[in-house]
């Protein structure tokens, strides 16, 4: 048997997508933002004493942890629908991935943490500064000095794991090019062209991430 | 002046602060000598407010430290402290180490700021780090750093908690220097230490600290050259050899 490669159609399809790439590319930059935010905070409250903080977040974080994100996706999108909450394919899917990203990054920024002399909390209490002063200026950045590889790999886990969003109908790369794959039967060709995609998305968010980490990080930890 | 009254601290069952009382007027260098484990540290993350207290009272001109209502964040503007380990902040250069509480705490311009960093920097040696990493610098320059840090808040009064213990005796000079300029200029100060020829020579008052409570009290020439208390004694036999 010889395959018989066409590109011609996939050049076509090209600006559809590259929209898809574009879509792929904003949902995992969203997921990732909100999920370190949401991380910080639920890294916070893990590591509190109270368990009214504490609980809630083990929660969240084993759930996140020990599910498929398959399952977290359709949850958002079918299960919540079934309660009457009819998310969009788009909101769907960023919400299961914030809430993975999130889950995952806790633990990760916990580490981070706890990785910080107590004596640098105290170094600058005793200068006049309140709580969530020292959090911004002390503490936060030198914790994501110290995780930023590992945050790294997270987003490009995220980037990868948004191809999921095929599975409800959603129009980033994957499920762009499973529809245009559909209506022309070139499936290699187009899934070929969609994972050296991927694989551009991903590099560029690696580089990105050194150039900013660069900028930002110069002093020695 | 720094009024500590009937002071009790414990940690869970450690009861650790017995009943502690002691002055501090304004100007006064006072050294706390004693064993390791007695307390010391603890006295001094409570008279900033880090660790509260279980009884008695600790007023710092006249603000009652651990009262409900006392903003504790803006009492630390008048204490300054500096610690064993150096804390330097590792993400930040030596001139924004120093300028960070003053812009920040104090809402001083950027501008001003730095200015007083860069005089309090001078005052300590480090006029030739301003853009240096605290972590290229030796022990004895990063305390010196810890030092002017906390002297840009222009604060009333200093705690030093063992500021030469985590440094190689060549540098304990350096940083001693730094604390005999203070004294020379005025400043209030509680030292915990252990160089008791540094203490001796400074202080106004020495405090013998022992299990939780200050054994003996009185000028260098009193405790040191004639302790009374039998713990005491020991305690300086065995430092001093
Ligand atoms: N945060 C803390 N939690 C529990 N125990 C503590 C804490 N800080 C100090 N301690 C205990 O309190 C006692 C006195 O400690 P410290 O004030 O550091 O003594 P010193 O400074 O005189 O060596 C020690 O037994 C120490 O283990
Ligand atoms: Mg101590």
């Known amino acids: 048997m010889e395959y018989v490669f066409h590109w011609n159609i996939v050049f076509q399809k090209m600006p559809q997508l590259l929209h898809g790439a574009f879509v792929t590319l904003h949902l995992s930059v969203s997921a990732m933002l909100i999920g370190i935010v949401i991380a910080v905070l639920l890294a916070i409250a893990k590591m509190s004493k109270s368990r009214i903080y504490s609980l809630p977040a083990t929660i969240w974080v084993e759930i996140a942890r020990n599910t498929p994100a398959l399952f977290q996706i359709y949850m958002a999108y079918f299960g919540l629908g079934a309660l009457g909450i009819h998310l969009s394919p788009y909101v769907a899917v960023l919400s299961a991935l914030i809430f993975v990203n999130a889950g995952y990054l806790t633990e990760t920024f916990r580490g981070g943490f706890q990785s910080i002399p107590e004596t640098q909390y105290n170094a600058s209490k005793s200068l006049g500064m309140s709580s969530i002063q020292v959090y911004r200026y002390i503490i936060l950045p030198q914790m994501f000095r110290r995780i930023y590889h590992p945050m790294t790999n997270q987003f490009v886990w995220s980037i990868l794991m948004s191809s999921l969003g095929i599975l409800v109908g959603m129009n980033e790369l994957s499920g762009e090019t499973q529809r245009l794959q559909s209506l022309s039967f070139r499936t290699l060709e187009f899934f070929i062209v969609a994972a050296i995609m991927y694989f551009i998305i991903t590099k560029f968010v690696l580089l990105s991430a050194s150039l900013v980490s660069k900028k930002l990080f110069k002093g020695d930890i | ?241």
């Not at chain 2, 630390?76 to 902040?89: A, C, E, I, P, Y």
């Not at chain 2, 013998?208 to 054994?215: L, N, R, T, Y």
């Open chain 2, 1 to 241: 002046m720094i009024k500590i009254q009937g002071v009790y601290k414990s940690f869970d069952e450690l009861e650790v602060l017995k009943g502690v009382d002691l002055d501090v007027k304004k100007g006064e260098v006072i050294s706390v000598i004693g064993g390791s484990g007695s307390g010391k540290s603890t006295l001094l993350y409570c008279i900033n407010g880090i660790e509260k207290i279980q009884q008695g009272n600790i007023i710092v001109d006249e603000i009652d430290v651990h009262a409900k209502g006392t903003n504790r964040d803006n009492l630390r503007q008048r204490l300054g402290m500096v610690f064993q380990q150096f804390n330097s902040f590792p993400h930040l250069t030596v001139l924004e180490n120093a300028s960070l509480a003053p812009r920040i705490v104090k809402k001083l311009k950027k501008k001003e700021a730095i200015e007083i960093a860069k005089e309090e920097l001078n005052n300590v040696g480090l006029s030739d780090k301003f853009d240096e990493y605290p972590t290229r610098m030796s022990g004895g320059q990063q305390q010196r750093l810890a030092i002017a840090r906390a002297l840009a808040m222009k604060p009333e009064y200093m705690l030093f908690d063992e500021v030469t213990s985590a440094l190689d005796p060549e540098l304990v000079g350096e940083v001693l220097d730094t604390l005999r300029m203070l004294s020379d200029a005025g400043m209030t100060m509680i030292c915990v230490t252990h160089e008791i020829a540094f203490a001796r020579e400074v202080s106004d008052k020495i405090a013998f600290f022992h299990q939780g409570i200050i054994e003996e009290l009185g000028t260098p020439e009193q405790v040191i050259s004639n302790p009374q208390k039998e713990t005491t004694q020991k305690f300086l036999s065995k430092v001093l050899h």
